[in-house]
């Protein structure tokens, strides 16, 4: 996914990476406890693959996977925030 910014500055993410990176509770978890994503360290491929991606007001974007997956809100804070992807070779 590639996104340019108001400022002109572009990112790339990964499926990957924005999979790994989802800050809902199911995947980052809640009152105290760890989410999913603490307790494994493998996703399949249907996971990795980003199926839609939808504006949530003009703050965020919810984005879901093949597999399914999509409650994450990914504020673009937070999407500016991820550490930028290494250029493929």
Not at 2 to 30: F, K, N, V
Not at 76 to 84: A, D, E, G, N, Q
Request: proline residues 8%; glycine residues 8%.
């Amino acid at each position: 996914m590639e996104i340019t910014w108001e400022d002109g500055h572009h990112s790339t993410y990964s499926g990957e990476q924005l999979r790994w990176a989802c800050p809902c509770a199911e995947c980052r978890g809640e009152a105290g406890a760890p989410g999913r994503l603490a307790k494994i360290n493998r996703l399949s491929p249907e996971e990795l693959l980003i199926k839609d991606v939808t504006l949530v007001g003009q703050y965020a974007l919810q984005i879901a996977f093949e597999s399914g997956h999509a409650t994450g809100i990914y504020t673009f804070r937070y999407l500016m925030s991820l550490p930028p992807r290494p250029p493929e070779v």
